[in-house]
């Protein structure tokens, strides 16, 4: 008799890598035991800072079989975003390189809709959710459990064999699998980017104060920047990649061959001046597709002056 949960499995793993993603996982839809005191400290020592949402539907966040009835599987999957060729103007403001090409959410939802239709088109009736960082999924607890990383000291999935500059995202599905096994952690005593962060985020190893963090500063935080961290960004305007580009893991990083994840032709070669004067159509052109949208024009304007 044939293992269909093997051959499902084949099928599943063998499509996502036509799909152009890096590797996938599967673990078992349940409840995450050991992150649930974790988030639940986390949460209680407001490391959250102003982004209340990491505290709704706590449950949802633990338990996936709560977000979609009659889960059995959890597919994990990582897609490579990092760039051939960073910024030229070493002085010039920087972005984090996960948002130098169009915005990853629409990229990824769908090569996972395609992963989806496949599912359904080869196994029959299954059905599930796509997550792409946008639902109360803890995406990399999910991925380590799925075997496709360990979480490092800066809170980042990481692989031995490519480092960290991937997104990951997630189907949950009604449908037995074969399940991966949790991989090592290979952090050893290395503490690069706990000793590298700029602003002390990384306030113990693998515990990461969201509030104190760059990117929450430039990205999620829509009030004034407070003064207290006046000259402590590193130059970053957009996010903040100092705690992987210090981590020796990434010397492993190999560019991404994702067409959409290309900058913009005129972003690399933009220099300091160009940022410190750049304008709302210059900004509306360059990021046209991008995350960085997000921010808006206000947003990267305040950001770019709070680095003068």
Known sequence: MINNKAKYTSLIKTEAKRLGFLSCGISKAEFLEVEAPRLENWLNKNMNGEMSYMANHFDKRLDPTKLVEDSKSVISLL??????????????????????????HHIIKSKLKELTHFIQDEIGEVSGRAFVDS?????????????????????????????SFYFIAELIIDLDLEYDHVTTDHCGTCTACIDACPTQAITEPYVVDGSKCISYFTIELKDQLPNTMKGKFDDWMFGCDVCQDI??????????????????????????????????????KVFQKSAVKRTKYSGLQRNINFLK
């Open 247 to 284: 981590c020796p893991w990434n010397k492993f990083s190999k560019p991404h061959n994702e067409p959409l994840f290309n900058p913009h032709p005129e972003l690399l070669d933009m220099t300091k001046k160009d940022w410190e004067e750049i304008t709302e159509d210059v900004f509306k």
């Open 135 to 163: 639902a109360p999924v803890l995406d990399k607890a999910w991925a380590a459990k799925s075997g496709l990383g360990w979480i490092g000291k800066h809170s980042n999935l990481l692989t031995q064999r490519v480092g």
């Open 79 to 104: 897609l490579n975003y990092y760039p051939s060729e960073t910024q030229k103007d070493t002085e010039a403001p920087k972005l984090s390189k996960y948002a130098y090409g169009h915005d990853y």
